[in-house]
């Protein structure tokens, strides 16, 4: 069955640092998701993305397809003690369920 | 507009018991997801339910493990004779029809002694 691979499972990371998290899937997925759950909560929906090679930005954070729509980036900018939490990439194969990585953990030190 | 409601929030049961999980999804969806999350792990899907259907139950333990989406009322997931392993945060997920993106409620808290 479909598998989604994130990596790394834990990042420390001084604040004003960059910070990427990076998802890979075992098959060709139809969309790709990211959410951010903050410790204690519930995950909450980031962003889509569909198309091949696809970038999007919230503010400091940089979102990428890859080409052969299997692999994702998230990328945080100069993060924050806000940033703190874990962040999910789930991937949608076609005609069929969502399927969420096992997350990386992001800490941050002020 | 209610988020994906959840409760309870909280759960402990002793080993034996049954654990109900109940879930009313936002207003209008009418897809409904159950993961189970253990602590600084990742959310392992459980089963997608549509309106009076199950559509995918393939992460349900084969025992003791069950869930339904009624025509009226919240969806609710069941585990009979809980064991301490079923402890875990238990999150609901819903969607509109049609569309894949999930909205999660805060999550049901199961503490089995």
């Known amino acids: 069955g479909q598998q989604v691979m994130q990596i790394p499972q834990y990042q420390h990371v001084q604040e004003g640092e960059d910070f990427t998290t990076y998802c890979n899937s075992s098959?060709?997925?139809?969309?790709i998701q990211w959410y951010k759950q903050r410790p204690g909560g519930h995950p909450v929906f980031l962003i889509q993305?569909?198309?091949?090679?696809e970038v999007k930005k919230q503010k400091r954070l940089t979102f990428q397809f890859g080409e052969a729509k299997k692999n994702s980036s998230l990328h945080i900018t100069a993060t924050q003690t806000t940033d703190v939490g874990t962040y999910f990439c789930?991937?949608?194969?076609?005609?069929?369920?969502?399927?969420f990585g096992a997350g990386t953990i992001l800490r941050v030190k002020s | 507009n209610a988020g994906v409601m959840q409760n309870p929030r909280h759960l402990v049961r002793r080993r034996g018991q049954e654990a109900r999980l109940r879930c009313s999804p936002v207003k209008g969806h009418s897809h409904v997801y159950w993961y189970r999350q253990l602590p600084e792990e990742g959310l392992k899907f459980m089963v997608y339910l549509q309106k009076e259907n199950i559509i995918d139950e393939s992460g349900m333990p084969k025992e003791r493990f069950s869930a339904e989406f009624p025509k009226e009322g919240p969806s609710i997931l069941r585990i009979q004779q809980v064991v301490r392993g079923d402890s875990a945060a238990y999150f609901c997920?819903?969607?509109?029809?049609?569309?894949?993106?999930?909205?999660f409620g805060a999550g049901s808290r199961l503490t089995v002694l």
């Open positions: 789930a991937g949608l194969e076609y005609g069929n369920k969502l399927v």
């Open positions: 098959t060709t997925l139809s969309n």
């Open positions: 993305l569909v198309k091949s090679g």
């Open positions: 997920a819903s969607s509109p029809a049609g569309a894949n993106v999930l909205t």
